[in-house]
RNA sequence: GCUGCUAUGGCGCAGUCGGUAGCGCGCAUCCUUGGUAAGGAUGAGGUCACCGGUUCAAAUCCGGUUAGCAGCUCCA
């Protein structure tokens, strides 16, 4: 007989040589059904891992995230099965859990278009009806590699074959006649796969690298219960509504136009009212924290991108204008404000005495992305940054950095995406010299800096390795749109090298000269990308202080006209714009749902009783009817909603 | 850039087997003058994304281009 201690620290005997199935099994029938893994001291394993010692058994099911990815796993296992049997030519490549279901990539002469998807989920259900164990099967490297070779499998030989000199046997998992490559774990057995679907089929890159074959992906997610599955799949559907690409369409936000071009969206007035704020915003507080502005070209000779590296760095995603070869004179529209910025720096010469020097600008850039790169507003060819350097000395840099930080933050909270965000420093890739300029001692310089920052200011941060800037470490402020992709909102970057690229110095209290560090950030990110996250974030629905409509009044009959346009007066007079009449000749309960739907946070209704009384029946966007109040009432309430900026 | 899908009035969509276009919403006008999420009638609006091909005939079939979508890759 061994011990096993339970998660609930409860002792229980068993025979020698128990499974960990029969002891799931032994706990309830309820366990036993809903167990997808074990934890066995410590580690993860399968169900029908055998017991042979004293051991501490948790028993994972569906509601852990590994019992999810195990069985998400399992899952992509049949879903290669299923297509091994229906197009056994099909290479397999790899097929893993990810967040929200699993996927499998496919190496397939065969496009798998939305019918054969359709087919392939069929045989997956035939296989979770064979009711198919999953056997573990350890391999010699030799033998596992001569397998694969027999079977065509030449993605698995290459996987192998990495993994054959660490001397390790390699596993394999067996269900029915499906043999796969596999380190585990996974669920016993194919039943248990009540409820899964596949959801789309696109292309991906054989081990995410361009260079190589594009492979077929088939996405797929699983539940162990079909109501979970169809709440899954309506939130997916829910997810999409808020989508800043169809919202921001809808509220007349933004649009494009086919012969204007890819990543160039035309912002309409609504859009535009909304950028504006969040600028005039952002220039107001940073002006109150130091920050001086500059106004610099939009594009510069070739001999500037030349001294910054841009050149030969990063050409490929610059608007050139003219050729080098024919023209004398060789211009590029800015991908980025440094360089630009840096010249008012080195108008004259500079002492410590004008350290720290912010400068903020307002920056229009242009980067030519790649043709399928381009998203709504997220992803662009032309935007507006709130960008800014900071020049100043090494005792200053953590105390500035921590200030461009807390701007950042405040901005954050003042949005409401503070909670929606976390943090990346992002590092080189000492492996990609195409990439970045400097030397090693650089970088463990610059990144070391950066490190004691971070861990001083208590940052949760997760490290991306090559994700940093060509010339410097960044800590990058990222955030997830609707559909769980994240992107860059916010970043902060701490450059040693192009200061000394540009000869930018100072004479210190000592009398020597020295580079200053650079500190480049935005406050706010990019307004394009920003405004779209705010979108996805309110469902259009948008803080007072933001909405491009704050107040549409609106007369019940003809005869409330006037009385209408006086209230608008007021408002206007007490400084809130935005205020519109709507006088069509509609009833009132349509003009309510119009409002409601535009998602304007007040309207007010006037009839007979406000006209006469001076008062305004105030409806507040998704609570309804507040009752009437004077108008300077109302003026009051409104204002004190802009003023501070508050979310409802 | 790559894989796949898509493109029909402002928006959402229908259009079978090729025979030169329909619906709903919106818009305009008129009637209605109403009290917190859709009152009624009439009307206007489309070279079916663009270019080319096949055909007696193309929204429909074929090729290309442009743009949009999902994902990959990329993202200073």
């Not at 499974?19 to 001291?41: D, H, Q, R, T």
């Not at 901005?411 to 943090?423: A, F, M, Q």
């Not at 769980?484 to 100072?506: P, R, S, V």
Request: charged residues 30%; aromatic residues 10%; negative net charge.
């Amino acid at each position: 007989m061994i011990k096993i201690t339970l998660k609930d620290g409860v002792v229980r005997e068993y025979e020698n040589g128990v499974s960990v199935l029969e002891i799931a099994k032994s706990l309830g029938a309820g366990l036993y059904k809903a167990a997808c893994l074990a934890e066995v001291n410590g580690e993860k394993c399968d169900l029908r891992t055998v017991l042979n010692e004293d051991s501490s058994v948790s028993i994972l099911t569906f509601d852990d995230e590994d019992g999810k990815r195990a069985f998400n796993h399992t899952c992509s296992h049949v879903l290669a099965q299923a297509v091994k049997r229906l197009f056994p030519e099909v290479k397999l490549a790899i097929g893993p859990s990810v967040d929200g279901g699993f996927y499998y990539d496919f190496d397939s002469e065969v496009a798998f278009t939305p019918e054969i998807l359709v087919k392939i989920e069929g045989e997956m259900k035939k296989i979770v009806k064979e009711n198919l164990f999953l056997e573990k099967v350890e391999l010699e490297p030799e033998e596992a590699i001569s397998l694969m070779e027999e079977k065509g499998e030449t993605y698995k030989v290459e996987l192998i074959k990495e993994h054959a000199d660490k001397g390790e046997k390699i596993s394999f998992y067996r269900q029915g006649e499906f043999f796969e490559l596999c380190a585990g774990p996974h669920i016993p057995d194919t039943s248990r796969l009540k409820a899964f679907k596949l959801t789309s089929c696109t292309g991906a890159y054989w081990r995410g690298d361009s260079k190589n074959k594009m492979l077929q992906r088939i996405y797929g997610t699983a539940f162990t219960k079909a109501s979970d599955l169809e709440a899954h799949l309506l939130q997916l559907e829910e997810a999409k509504k808020r989508d800043h690409n169809k919202l921001g369409r809808e509220l007349e936000i933004f649009t494009t136009v086919d012969y204007i071009g890819q990543g160039l969206p035309i912002l309409l007035p609504k859009g535009t009212h909304i950028v504006q704020t969040l600028q005039r915003f952002v220039e107001d507080e940073e002006k109150k924290r130091g920050w001086l502005r500059t106004k610099t070209p939009l594009m510069a000779k070739s001999d500037l991108y030349k001294i910054s590296g841009h050149w030969d760095h990063y050409q490929d995603g610059m608007f050139v204008l003219g050729d080098e070869e024919k023209d004398d004179e060789v211009f590029a529209l800015r991908p980025m404000t440094c360089p630009f910025q840096y010249q008012a720096y080195l108008n004259r010469a500079r002492s410590y005495r004008d350290l720290p020097m912010r400068l903020g600008e307002t920056s229009t850039l242009f980067r030519n992305e790649a043709s399928g790169e381009m998203h709504g507003l997220i992803r662009v060819r032309q935007f507006t940054i709130s960008e800014g350097h900071l020049m100043c000395t090494p005792e200053q840099l953590a105390d500035e950095f921590r200030n461009c930080l807390e701007l950042t933050t405040f901005i954050l909270k003042t949005l409401g995406l503070y909670e929606d965000v976390s943090y990346r420093f992002s590092q080189w890739d000492p492996d990609d010299k195409d990439k970045y300029i400097g030397t090693a001692e650089q970088w463990a310089e610059a990144q070391g800096v950066m490190k004691k920052i971070l861990d001083d200011l208590n940052v949760n941060y997760k490290i991306g390795i090559g994700e940093a800037a060509f010339y410097g470490p960044k800590l990058d402020i990222q955030i997830k749109n609707v559909h769980g992709k994240e992107d860059t909102l916010i970043t902060i970057q701490i450059d040693q090298m192009l200061a000394e690229k540009f000869g930018m110095e100072y004479v210190d209290k000592d009398g020597t000269k020295k580079n200053p560090y650079i500190i480049h950030r935005t406050s706010i990110g990019c307004y394009e990308r920003t405004l779209a996250l705010l979108i996805e974030k309110y469902a259009g629905a948008f803080p007072v202080w933001l909405a491009p409509e704050k107040v549409r009044i609106t007369p019940i009959a003809d005869r409330h006209h006037d009385a209408a346009y006086e209230i608008k007066n007021a408002l206007m007079q007490a400084g809130i714009d935005d205020v519109s009449v709507d006088t069509r000749s509609e009833k009132l309960g349509y003009k309510l749902r119009e409002a409601q739907l535009e998602k304007v946070p007040y309207v007010l209704v006037i009839g007979d009783k406000e006209a006469e009384e001076k008062t305004v029946s105030v409806r507040k966007r998704s609570m309804g009817d507040q009752g009437s109040m004077a108008i300077s009432d109302f003026i009051e309430l409104i204002k004190n909603d802009i003023e501070t900026k508050v979310i409802w």
